[in-house]
Each structure stands twice: as structure tokens, then as C-alpha cells.
């Protein structure tokens, strides 16, 4: 049988490599985390606003959880790190994009160098 395609998956792939090229996983880590929350968040709501590294998990979200676990779950299939991480608290784990981001990242790093990325 034929694997399933997520082509919004794809999609946010090709997007993040191209806007991402050459400047390294911290700044691809950053953007696909931008463009989960972005995508999950309550940010359009704040149009003048900029998501930075500070920017707090818990305002983009109102403590929604259930939404910031959809972001939470399509970081982790986007990078194929295993959902076995998950924990029920993570909106109270992660207090910034920084946070978010760091966890990605520690991840990340070595399957990079092992892969061959």
C-alpha cells in the first residue's frame, strides 16, 4: 500500500526550506514553530503585534490547551520526533515561543547530524 501524503504538510515543508535556506535549523525551528501558532493561535487577532521568542504561549492560546496541543502535535510530525513526548501540561511547560523552540530544537540537532540534513 501507498503512504498517505499530508499535503498541507508538504506544503509548510517546501515554505519553511525555502524561507529558511542557508540560515540554519535555529532559524527553521523558529519558523515552523511562527507558523504552527500562527496557524492555531489567537494571533490574527493581534495584527500589530510580532510573535517573538517572548511571546507568551499562554496569551497567543487563552489557555486553551486543546489548540495549542493541535500546534504541539503538528510540530512534532512536521520534525517526525515521537508523540511519546507528549505530556498533558505542556501549555504550562512551554511559557514562550523560546521555550517551544528550545524543546524542538534540543530534539532536532542530533537527528540533523545523524541524518545528514
Known amino acids: 500500500m501507498g503512504d498517505i ?6 506544503k509548510t515543508r517546501k515554505y519553511v526550506r525555502t524561507m529558511a535556506f542557508n540560515k540554519g535549523l535555529v532559524y527553521e525551528v523558529f519558523l515552523t514553530v511562527v507558523n504552527y501558532v500562527n496557524k492555531h493561535s489567537n494571533f490574527g487577532q493581534h ?3 510580532f510573535l517573538t521568542t ?4 499562554a496569551e497567543l492560546y ?3 490547551s486543546t489548540r495549542f496541543i493541535a500546534t504541539f502535535d503538528e510540530l512534532l510530525e512536521y520534525w517526525n520526533l515521537d508523540k ?3 505530556k498533558p501540561n505542556e501549555i ?3 511559557k514562550t515561543v523560546g521555550d517551544l523552540c528550545r524543546f ?9 547530524i545523524i541524518r545528514g540534513r
Open 62 to 64: 487563552n489557555g486553551d
Open 84 to 86: 511519546c513526548t507528549h
Open 92 to 94: 504550562e511547560q512551554f
Open 54 to 57: 517572548g511571546s507568551s504561549l
Open 5 to 10: 501524503i499530508d499535503f498541507e504538510m508538504n
Open 47 to 49: 495584527p500589530d503585534d
Open 104 to 112: 524542538i530544537d534540543v530534539r532536532v540537532s542530533p537527528l540533523k
